[in-house]
């Protein structure tokens, strides 16, 4: 019996005749938190929605807790998804519902919680984001894009999952909220003891967040380690997209006008 | 391109999505019927389907009973036919088999339809489909099953509205304009009713309701991409639903009135 939290083997995805992913393996045990690194495009999300379930893999194995949870029915799926928070990368905030019933929205719908209770936990969340009380009341386009991130993650924390995804987490936030954004992230990992998966092309991320850092590139991983290798990792992909070379083994096709 | 690879992809794309609508009929009818229900969710939808469209039925049905009891009129004075009584009858079978339930569920086609279909593309687009199933919530119970059962209520009791006031509207006419007696109207209007007018319309009423917001709910769920994905959805959703309720209408009309 293996001790991993998460164990991905021989992944793959396609849509249509297009490889997103080409046989991937991954392990993260628990209580640790793994940042995925790659460009933009190269199927980072779409790794974590395979494992998360949102979308099917063409063939392999993901293992939660040691159970296989790729063919699971629908009631299964839903048992299993309580133990996921997930932070998308445009904050997927119900704009039809307030901020603290966004928050609250998992406890109420998913932990039959009575509302009064829920609302109290969502409120607490969002102090614990550095957010007001009286922020609980107004609608997700009232607030700033940083503020939403931050209720996101509020969200996502809300039920205590074991398991959280933090999809791009700092992409178009300023250096300094991005900061604020990692700290929260690592901060609230800690108190509720999650075992973290992060996919990120910032690298202050990546130096704040990781514990184990893998990088992913035209559907495979060519690097995984831990964080304090990464700036010697002898790989010169690695290399090229922790300095944000232009030149380098990746290659960035431009079209042609 | 060779005509039979046309054509053959042609085929093969329809089969596609007819069999991909009929997948998300089985199960969003599944999860319409399977407990737990979202009530606060279906009275919502209650309000925004029936009580907000209102004003939009009621004008269509008054303009349309109006202008029926003035064309009729027209027709009977060219062929020499006695007008009061068959005027009223015209109106009133006119609006309740076929005029109330196809304009009033048009109207809503146009409002629900393209409403359904844009807030529920543009949930799909900005990933709040996917928020709700992390956060172990089935979409399809807390979107889906809510819109189809608040339309299969309501429409029937618009429609039922919708005729009143479309009868009204050529009562109207044929009283202030034409110079019938009041009397005579309502005597010719009633004698000519019968239940099974009225049960068709409202049972055609239920099935467009169905249909619009199956409609709006499969265009906005496969909306892709951005603001132009979930304007595509928008259009999609109007002109199906309508299609399908004009094609429902000649089916269930024969299923009624021909034996």
């Known amino acids: 019996m293996t001790d991993a939290k998460i164990k991905v083997s021989n992944l793959h995805k396609s849509f249509g005749s297009k490889k997103v992913l080409k046989g991937l393996d991954l392990e993260v045990k628990k209580g640790d938190s793994l940042v995925v690194i790659g460009g933009s495009g190269c199927g980072k999300s779409v790794l974590l929605k395979n494992i998360i379930g949102l979308i099917s893999p063409t063939k392999g194995s993901v293992l939660i807790d040691g159970q296989e949870t790729v063919k699971l029915n629908e009631n299964e799926r839903n048992q299993l998804m309580h133990k996921f928070g997930y932070l998308f990368q445009g904050g997927a905030l119900f704009d039809s519902l307030t901020i603290w019933e966004n928050i609250a929205f998992g406890l109420i719908q998913a932990e039959r919680m009575d509302k009064k209770q829920a609302k109290e936990i969502a409120i607490n969340k969002l102090n614990s984001v550095g957010l007001g009380s009286d922020v609980g009341e107004l609608f997700p386009d009232e607030i700033s894009g940083g503020m939403q991130k931050r209720v996101s993650l509020a969200r996502s924390i809300a039920t205590e999952p074991e398991i959280i995804f933090f999809d791009e987490p700092t992409t178009g936030l300023d250096p300094i909220m991005a900061d604020v954004i990692n700290d929260l992230i690592v901060k609230c990992s800690e108190e509720v003891g999650a075992t973290t998966i992060t996919i990120t092309h910032d690298m202050s991320s990546v130096r704040k967040i990781a514990d184990d850092v893998a990088m992913l590139y035209e559907g495979r991983f060519i690097w995984q380690g831990k964080k304090a290798d990464i700036d010697h990792s002898g790989s010169p992909y690695v290399e090229q997209f922790i300095h944000g070379r232009a030149e380098g083994p990746i290659e960035i096709k431009l079209q042609d006008h | ?259």
């Open chain 2, 1 to 259: 391109m060779n005509f039979f690879a046309l054509l053959g992809r042609f085929v093969l794309n329809f089969l596609e999505v007819l069999g991909r609508v009929t997948l998300f009929t089985l199960y969003a009818v599944k999860s319409a019927v399977k407990p737990p229900y979202y009530k606060s969710a279906v009275m919502k939808q209650i309000m925004e389907i029936g009580y907000y469209s209102l004003p939009v039925v009621g004008l269509t049905a008054i303009f349309t009973g109006m202008v029926l009891s003035l064309q009729s009129y027209t027709g009977f004075s060219r062929s020499g036919f006695g007008a009061e009584g068959s005027i009223a009858s015209i109106v009133v079978i006119s609006i309740t088999r076929e005029l109330g339930p196809v304009l009033a569920a048009l109207m809503v086609a146009g409002r629900i339809g393209a409403s359904t279909a844009a807030e529920i593309g543009t949930m799909r687009v900005t990933e709040q489909i996917d928020a709700l199933v992390t956060l172990s919530t089935n979409p399809f119970k807390y979107l889906i099953a809510p819109r189809l059962i608040a339309a299969i209520i309501t429409l029937p009791l618009l429609v039922l509205v919708s005729d009143i006031i479309g009868v009204y509207g050529g009562y109207l006419v044929g009283i202030h304009k034409l110079g019938f007696s009041p009397n005579g109207y309502l005597r010719a209007t009633l004698e000519s009713l019968e239940f099974m007018d009225v049960m068709s319309g409202l049972t055609k009423a239920a099935v467009f309701g169905f249909l619009i917001t199956l409609m709006g709910c499969y265009h906005g769920f496969h909306s892709k991409g951005g603001a132009q994905g979930v304007g595509i959805a928008t259009i999609n959703a109007v002109v199906s639903s309508s299609i399908l309720i004009l094609c429902s209408n000649y089916i269930i009309t024969q299923l009624f009135f021909t034996h």
